[in-house]
């Protein structure tokens, strides 16, 4: 019961947070418990593991205490009951062997870097984790109260996530109806989930994981700085400049809604401000390539933060719709159509909405 009722609960938060993960898609520790004697036997057997008072243990030479002693990885109690050492060896095991996985990625807190080191080091040892396929810990640092101090799930002092979902949907219907009280009450709504969901999960994956961060509702809403709301009003802000552009012009508009170019582009980009957004633009590609390889968010945050900073020195130094001439007034339209789409799709990287009416 306990079970189900924890599935229940994660479906809620993943159907808020637009995760994908269904009920097909886990499998609980109790699914490994036929394969944990054969695991233990296999170790044994390869001589991998050996008995030491009672227990099966691995004794790796890398891993050694603070007196230089072996520090054992215990895959069979003395009892004959089994440790997470044991449970997380067969689900490498399957994970490899039956799902064909190439890149395990655990995300699992901090402390338990030694832990998980040692089973993929005992993995390898044993020929369960072969060259051509990646271990790795993605560990995480902690949530913090504006008072400094761990949010604590346990204890029952904390808050749910469910319950912060929903506050920052309705803070962000609150700010929105602040900024733009004329906006339909259906989009209000819809633009309040993508803002509020956004801004949380932007706080967490902007934050190098191994730190601490701060869980602060006026620094996440906020549309100033290295902010969710802040990225999502620059994607909102050249929409509004595009659909101007576009109501006035047939080729631009019909160029913008397929993803090219307009035609007759052909002057130069000559302003500094110009310049740097379009330099900027460049490295987009770089920036999402170094996020999946070292698998942190953040680098791909930092990117986007960049760029929409870069944006608005343009948009203030640049008049885009009344520009000097034509051409320049094309082209500087298509350095916004440019920023816009990155923006979309670096915030659709993330798992954030990227509205175009705010």
Excluded at 179 to 186: C, F, G
Excluded at 312 to 339: G, I, K, M, Q
Aim: charged residues 30%; neutral net charge.
């Amino acid at each position: 019961r306990f079970t189900d009722a924890s599935k229940r609960y994660f479906g809620a938060v993943y159907e808020k947070l637009g995760i994908t993960l269904k009920d097909e898609h886990v499998r609980g520790e109790s699914f490994y418990n036929p394969a944990l004697a054969e695991t233990a036997n296999e170790l044994e057997r390869l001589d991998v593991a050996k008995i030491d008072q009672g227990a099966l243990c691995v004794f790796l030479p890398e891993f050694k205490g603070r007196e230089g002693e072996l520090v054992p990885l215990i895959v069979r109690k003395q009892d004959g009951g089994f440790g997470y050492a044991a449970t997380d060896l067969a689900a490498l095991r399957f994970r490899v062997g039956e799902l064909k996985g190439t890149r395990l990625l655990y995300v699992v807190g901090s402390p338990q870097q030694q832990h998980l080191a040692m089973v993929f080091a005992t993995a390898r040892r044993a020929g369960w984790l072969p060259e051509r396929v990646r271990a790795e810990h993605v560990a995480f640092g902690s949530v913090l109260g504006t008072d400094r101090k761990l949010l604590r799930t346990r204890s029952g002092d904390s808050p749910r996530l469910i319950e912060l979902l929903d506050e920052a949907v309705e803070l962000a219907a609150a700010a929105i109806r602040e900024k733009n009280p004329d906006l339909p009450a259906e989009d209000n709504a819809r633009v309040a989930r993508e803002i509020g969901i956004g801004a949380i999960k932007y706080a967490d994956l902007s934050s190098e994981r191994i730190k601490d961060y701060i869980f602060d509702w006026s620094r996440m809403l906020s549309f100033e700085g290295n902010t969710g709301p802040y990225l999502q009003y620059a994607h909102a802000r050249i929409s509004s400049i595009l659909r101007k552009a576009g109501d006035d012009d047939t080729e631009l508009r019909e160029a913008f809604e397929a993803g090219k170019l307009p035609s007759r582009l052909h002057a130069r980009l000559e302003d500094p401000k110009e310049r740097a957004l379009a330099l900027e633009l460049l490295d987009f590609a770089g920036a999402v390539q170094l996020t999946g390889a070292s698998l942190q968010p953040h680098r791909l945050c930092t990117y986007l933060y960049e760029l929409a900073s870069k944006y608005t020195a343009f948009y203030e130094s640049c008049p885009v719709l009344r520009a000097p001439t034509p051409e320049l007034r094309d082209a500087r339209l298509v350095l916004c159509a440019a920023t816009r789409r990155t923006l979309s799709l670096g915030l659709a990287l993330l798992g954030i909405g990227a509205p175009e009416r705010m």
